[in-house]
Nanobody
């Protein structure tokens, strides 16, 4: 089970930190990803991190503004979002894919085994 939290309303240029707590799985064996879905749009890849933390990938739209990290001891993955823009407004979902020792970050929705319930981020202009 994945439980995302930390969403809310923020002004453009502001910051938010999302968290995703995992339970019922061996967290350190999973690639963790963040996806988002804006109103009327398809769900899209935002960022992902490998089980070790050495493999990380970002969508071009968030590079330099968002930072993903994980704490395997706490079974939690984080998404630090800075310099937020109105176009970042979306429901953000965390996802997990089993990938023991793998460092590659899949970007396809169907490649992930588990999904959280989503947390809404609204950026006002």
């Amino acid at each position: 089970q994945l439980q995302a939290s930390g969403g809310g309303l923020v002004q453009a240029g502001g910051s938010l930190r999302l968290s995703c707590a995992a339970s019922g799985l061996t967290f350190s064996s999973y690639v963790m990803g963040w996806f988002r879905q804006a109103p009327g749009k398809e769900r899209e890849f935002v960022t992902g991190i490998s089980w070790s933390g050495r493999g990380i990938d970002y969508a071009d739209s968030v590079k330099g503004r968002f930072t993903i990290s994980r704490d395997n001891a706490k079974n939690t993955v984080y998404l630090q979002m800075n310099s937020l823009k109105p176009e970042d407004t979306a429901v953000y979902y965390c996802a997990a894919r089993y990938s023991r020792y793998g460092e590659l970050i899949p970007k396809g929705l169907r490649e992930y085994n588990y999904w959280g319930q989503g947390t809404l981020v609204t950026v006002s202009s």
